[in-house]
């Protein structure tokens, strides 16, 4: 698959080649595969077809990486880890495209694999070839791990998650549920816009999209939401409805967190870990861009992407300062109305937009992480006056960084208590939204 884009030389690209690259950089660089994608598709300016089949090839592979794996290593004499990872990518991106893409022949998916091996390892060509052909004519004959003699195994190969993930999981949740979380997280999410209400409403909103050809509906979760249907010819920082700061693109997880703060113009509110200013913007939004709202983040350069949101969307009331959130600002100790801490964890509830997400996490990160987000936590409600809110949020939904750190808390700080609508948790196949954790609670005395 090939097109003509506009650039000084001319050349023709391959969309298998961007996808190969994407992969390997991925890998190599422990990169996050948004950010990634993002910049090949600016680099390449790609739209359309070649778009879409970028972005399905290099996120279906990652999403299925070991199953694809699993399908090499029935074929291949050679160990995995013996293959050189440009080739073993190359195997991964055909051995998908067989298995998933019905539109793309089987042989196209083979002989497209070996100019790409040319190309990357010439010697590599007959091997690439070998492995291929032999799935094709082999591939009904593989079998999974059996479900009721190797559980774990068998959820990890089928649906690409390390084993100890898997089975960390099966002990808190209820198997058909923990598949049909598994099954989610390995489908592409819906494009969400937040309607900037400073600007617009949602009808008008739709009305641009529409004229700019976006076939996009409202959310039936938050009212202001769209979901994107398609926006294949088009990208979404080119539109004028973005330049005009009409929207922010945030999943509609997300968009409830700042909603359960029930903030009112003119409050003062702490956002303890704020970048790159999602909430941050959204709870200005909801505030009507009246009153303060002080953003932490520890790393100054990301200050500037909040700086340059909210810039875009037309707010001017956060002030965003660099700061440990680990550690008390002792002017703020009981002076904000709401404080937010949206924690940083591990993930794992937008795992269905960084599939790489569940390779690069390890067991120890959980110590790590919930030891910062109980400190953050804790060092935050001391900005909370009397009668205040305060919300603990993750994009996870593993319990250790959910409900274990809200017990713990309301264990030694009798001061708050849960409020009427408690604890919430967000799931891709219940909820349609990212994987979410929201705990609100009320400073009571």
Request: charged content about 30%.
């Amino acid at each position: 698959m090939y097109i003509r884009i506009k650039r000084d030389d001319m050349e023709t690209v391959n969309m298998r080649k961007v996808a190969l690259q994407l992969l390997n950089e991925i890998e190599t660089e422990q990169s996050y595969s948004n950010i990634k994608i993002n910049s090949a598709l600016t680099s390449y300016n790609l739209i359309g077809q070649d778009k879409n089949f970028v972005l399905k090839l290099v996120y279906g592979v990652l999403e299925n990486k070991m199953l694809l794996d699993y399908y090499i290593g029935k074929m291949s004499k050679t160990r995995l880890k013996k293959i050189d990872h440009r080739i073993l990518n190359i195997l991964r991106l055909s051995i998908f495209q067989i298995v998933f893409l019905d539109k793309v022949p089987d042989s196209a998916a083979v002989n497209e694999g070996v100019k790409l091996t040319k190309k990357v390892n010439q010697r590599s060509t007959g091997f690439v070839n070998g492995i291929l052909r032999n799935f094709i004519r082999e591939r009904d004959k593989i079998q999974l791990p059996d479900r009721n003699k190797e559980k774990v195994k068998h959820y990890s190969i089928k649906y690409s998650y390390p084993e100890w993930l898997v089975e960390r999981w099966l002990k808190a949740f209820d198997e058909s549920f923990l598949e049909a979380f598994l099954e989610a997280s390995n489908q592409s999410p819906a494009l969400t816009l937040r309607v900037n209400t400073l600007r617009i409403d949602r009808g008008r909103l739709l009305e641009i999209l529409k004229a700019e050809g976006v076939t996009a509906v409202e959310s039936p979760l938050v009212d202001d939401a769209v979901l994107v249907e398609d926006i294949s010819n088009q990208r979404i920082d080119q539109l004028n409805a973005y330049k005009d700061g009409l929207f922010f693109v945030q999943d509609e997880g997300s968009m409830l967190v700042a909603k359960r703060l029930s903030v009112e113009p003119g409050m003062l509110v702490v956002d303890a870990c704020s970048a790159p200013g999602g909430k941050t913007t959204h709870i200005a939004q909801l505030m009507k861009n009246t009153g303060r709202i002080v953003a932490f983040d520890i790393h100054e350069h990301k200050l500037g992407k909040i700086i340059e949101n909210a810039t875009r969307l037309g707010i001017d009331i956060i002030e965003p300062k660099q700061h440990d959130a680990t550690r008390t600002d002792e002017a703020l100790i009981g002076m904000a109305d709401r404080v937010l801490v949206d924690a940083p964890c591990t993930g794992f509830g937008i795992i269905r937009r960084k599939p790489e997400i569940k390779y690069n996490r390890q067991p120890e990160d959980l110590d790590t992480l919930t030891t910062l987000q109980y400190s953050i936590l804790e060092a935050s409600a001391s900005y909370v006056k009397l009668g205040g809110v305060l919300i603990y949020s993750t994009c996870s939904i593993d319990e250790a960084e959910d409900e274990a750190i809200v017990e713990r808390f309301l264990d030694v700080h009798r001061e708050f208590v849960l409020e009427t609508d408690g604890m919430e948790k967000l799931f891709p196949h219940v909820n349609g939204t990212d994987g979410f954790f929201i705990a609100k609670m009320k400073r009571v005395n």
